[in-house]
């Protein structure tokens, strides 16, 4: 019976140990850090990384965290190892879903997070305000940026300050089914419009062209065509603006012949030949080829408003951050991996193998990459197309400008009424980040 | 020896301590401190105590949408658990009765809402069920001749969509612990019934439903605070980032998330956490004091 307790007590006390042992397991990471930290201090002493390496035959490893396609990341880690070869340098990309949540944990461990990170451009100020970014232009000089696409450059700008290195980018267009749209595509959004209204009939299930019109990035083209905005460079929301209330007015008629709106409802309604046009991102081709429609596309820039003025779609433009431990320990190894990346010929079979449209303007010159309708429509909407704003704030916007589009086309509100109170709530939205 | 022998249970239980304390404690504790500082976007690295002002905030906010959201919370809570209750219990019934063939069958089938993952059957019945071009109730609208529903995009529809979607999810748990708990009923309290003229309802109401109560209060509790705390329908539903219904309806949870955690102020979220967390402790300790007094009955 005591030996029984004695054993019991004994168990205890090792469930117990096991329990805190938990709270050991940075010794390792720590130990990692440690070697890491030695490296990069190694690194930094030498001031040449990649040199100092490649004089030992070392290879400097830079981890790139991405949430984006998987396929993509490994055309562009193919390429620019390709390049590096030569430089003892070798870029890896791992995938990190949420990514926004894993910098802000990791964005200052330099044991556990990441040299760079690959993502969409929107978030440039929340990274930026955390203090975790180096300026991109502490690493690479302005020749590099000077190859890319001005939209692009200008969508990684925060405060004056250049943060981001733009490698892609996606933007709206018109896509349509060529085997059910009757004669040529409308120049202008009226004559569109007339075109959905003698071709939509939904009783039938039917559409002439469906949109998430409740979408504050799919009703941008309007909102900017219009000089209205959701948010400006000072974190002033816009949705009460005259000119903002204008084009989700304007908006308002075509949505009502557009369906639910929803994104899984449009996109079903285009691939099953319901809907003889859609207005979708680069994201939508795939499952549309694979749907077996013969796909013709146009620049949303060609349709022309009332007012005189192109639709003018959001961009999101997929860049490289560099982190500021990064920058200061492998200073040469990520500008060789950023120059690699920034070069044309990464450029070039992004476009090819992976039909995204690139930020360097020299890959346009390919025969292959001139040649892709998608890429060139594009690059003709990069000339209107706004990079949407990179101001934290904006994180708290998609809500308000969301549930006012929504209210409006899906609940028949009033448009000033809804603009009031949204405004407001955007306001509260902001204060409440402070 | 007396006091060694106080002190072996707590020796014992040390493990289980430990880990209440790390996985449980501590969480609570360290958002009680965050929800004292200014920690959020703008102060990431160099937050410091603010005192109360985040609870400041967060009660203030009460005249902008909380009471209305309070409101929706309490009846959908109240509606659901009746229907609940009520609609499981007669299910029950049904599944016990003599004579009743493919009782297994059923069971299984009933089953079948309560095994599969929330998220999917929240979007299946969103797409599958509700959808304007695809849903089955806007087919069988159309077939008979009637205009299309949006039936998420105003809130008294919205509401009882969501509702029903409730229902058909959680209703296979309830009929489960009633069906368990008829089963445990003597037999012979029917039989000493029947043979003194009773009828259905009368040994439904002075036998079944006695009996009943206090083998399925636990799981009537359980379900109150899920269905209080209800989160994933009325968000997936309606409000999903990139996907407003145009409905605005709010419980307590989706306001606060609205309010607070999309915000990146971890120090205003923390406190919005805690208020809830108290909210959800005052009404544990009314339903615990409800369930004490009927047992002592």
Same mark, same amino acid.
């Given at each position: 019976m005591t030996m029984k307790r004695k054993m019991s007590l004994l168990l205890c006390g090792v469930m117990a140990l096991g329990c805190l042992c938990g709270c050991g397991g940075d010794t390792q990471t720590g130990n990692d850090a440690q070697t890491n930290a030695d490296a990069g201090t190694e690194a930094a002493a030498g001031n040449d990384a990649a040199g100092d390496a490649g004089a030992s035959g070392e290879v400097t490893e830079v981890k790139i965290w991405h949430d984006g396609d998987e396929s993509i990341m490994q055309t562009i880690a193919d390429c620019a190892n390709e390049q590096l070869a030569a430089e003892s340098v070798h870029v890896t990309f791992e995938k990190k879903t949420g990514l926004t949540d894993q910098l802000q944990l990791?964005?200052?461990?330099?044991?556990?997070?990441?040299?760079m990170y690959l993502y969409a451009h929107d978030s440039l100020g929340t990274f930026a305000e955390m203090g975790?970014?180096?300026?991109i232009t502490d690493v690479i000089g302005d020749e590099v940026l000077g190859e890319m696409l001005p939209m692009t450059v200008e969508a990684g700008n925060y405060k004056d300050t250049q943060y981001l290195m733009p490698v892609y980018y996606e933007t709206l267009l018109f896509m349509y089914n060529k085997e059910l749209w009757e004669g040529e595509v409308p120049e202008t959004t009226e004559d569109l419009y007339e075109y959905m209204v003698a071709h939509t009939d939904a009783d039938a299930g039917t559409y002439a062209v469906v949109n998430q019109h409740s979408t504050a990035y799919n009703v941008a083209p309007f909102i900017n065509g219009f000089?209205?905005?959701?948010?400006?460079k000072d974190a002033n929301?816009?949705?009460?603006?005259p000119e903002t209330i204008e084009a989700i007015t304007y908006n308002q008629k075509f949505a009502a012949l557009q369906?639910?709106?929803d994104y899984n409802t449009v996109t079903a309604l285009f691939n099953e030949g319901k809907a003889a046009a859609i207005i979708g991102g680069p994201w939508l081709v795939s499952g549309i080829r694979e749907a077996g429609i013969d796909l013709g596309i146009k620049s949303l820039s060609d349709f022309t408003l009332p007012n005189g003025n192109a639709l003018a779609p959001y961009s999101g433009v997929q860049s490289i951050g560099v982190l500021k431990y990064a920058a200061e320990n492998k200073k040469d190894a990520v500008a060789k991996v950023l120059t690699a990346i920034a070069s044309p010929e990464v450029g070039i079979a992004l476009a090819n193998q992976s039909n995204c449209a690139p930020a360097?303007?020299?890959?346009?010159?390919d025969e292959n990459v001139a040649a892709n309708e998608m890429i060139m429509a594009m690059k003709v909407t990069a000339e209107t197309a706004q990079p949407m704003?990179?101001?934290?704030q904006m994180s708290v916007m998609w809500g308000p400008a969301e549930s006012l589009l929504a209210a409006v086309?899906?609940?028949?509100?009033n448009v000033e009424e809804s603009a009031e109170q949204y405004q407001n709530e955007a306001l509260t939205a902001i204060a409440d980040m402070q | 020896m007396k006091q060694r022998r106080k002190l072996t249970p707590y020796l014992y239980s040390t493990p289980a301590f430990i880990l209440i304390a790390l996985v449980i404690v501590f969480p609570i504790l360290y958002t009680a401190y965050i929800s004292l500082t200014n920690m959020n976007l703008f102060h990431w690295a160099d937050y410091e105590i603010i005192g109360l002002e985040n609870y400041v905030r967060a009660l203030t906010k009460?005249?902008?949408g909380f009471l209305s959201a309070l409101l929706v919370t309490l009846l959908w809570t109240v509606l659901n658990m009746v229907i609940q209750v009520v609609a499981a219990y007669f299910i029950a019934l049904g599944l016990n009765r003599?004579? %009743?063939?493919?009782r297994r069958i059923y069971k299984t089938l009933l089953m079948f809402p309560w095994a599969m993952p929330a998220y999917v059957s929240i979007l299946l019945w969103r797409?599958?069920?509700?959808?304007?071009?695809?849903g089955l109730l806007n087919k069988i609208l159309v077939e008979i001749g009637l205009s299309k529903v949006? /039936? %998420?995009?105003?809130n008294v529809p919205a509401f009882l969509s969501c509702m029903v979607l409730n229902l058909w999810m959680a209703l296979p748990f309830m009929i489960m612990m009633i069906d368990g708990a008829l089963q445990s009923i003597d037999r012979s309290y029917y039989e000493s019934a029947e043979l003194d003229g009773a009828g259905f309802w009368v040994k439904n109401i002075h036998i079944t439903i006695p009996a009943l109560k206090g083998i399925i209060a636990p799981s009537v509790i359980m379900t109150t605070f899920t269905t209080f705390k209800q989160f994933d329908i009325v968000y997936l539903l309606t409000m999903q980032k990139g996907a407003y219904s145009g409905a605005t309806l709010q419980t307590v949870i989706t306001y606060a998330h609205q309010n607070? /955690?999309?915000?990146?102020n971890y120090g205003l979220s923390s406190a919005v956490s805690i208020i809830i967390f108290f909210l959800i402790m005052v009404f544990s300790v009314f339903t615990n004091r409800g369930v004490k007094e009927e047992s002592n009955e």
């Open positions: 990791y964005g200052t461990d330099e044991a556990n997070g990441p040299d975790i970014l180096a300026p000089g209205g905005y959701i948010i400006d929301p816009g949705l009460n603006t369906a639910d709106g360097n303007d020299k890959a346009y010159a704003p990179n101001i934290p086309n899906k609940s028949g509100a | 009460v005249d902008s003599e004579g %009743l063939k493919g797409v599958g069920i509700y959808n304007t071009e695809f949006n /039936f %998420l995009s105003t607070a /955690f999309v915000s990146n």
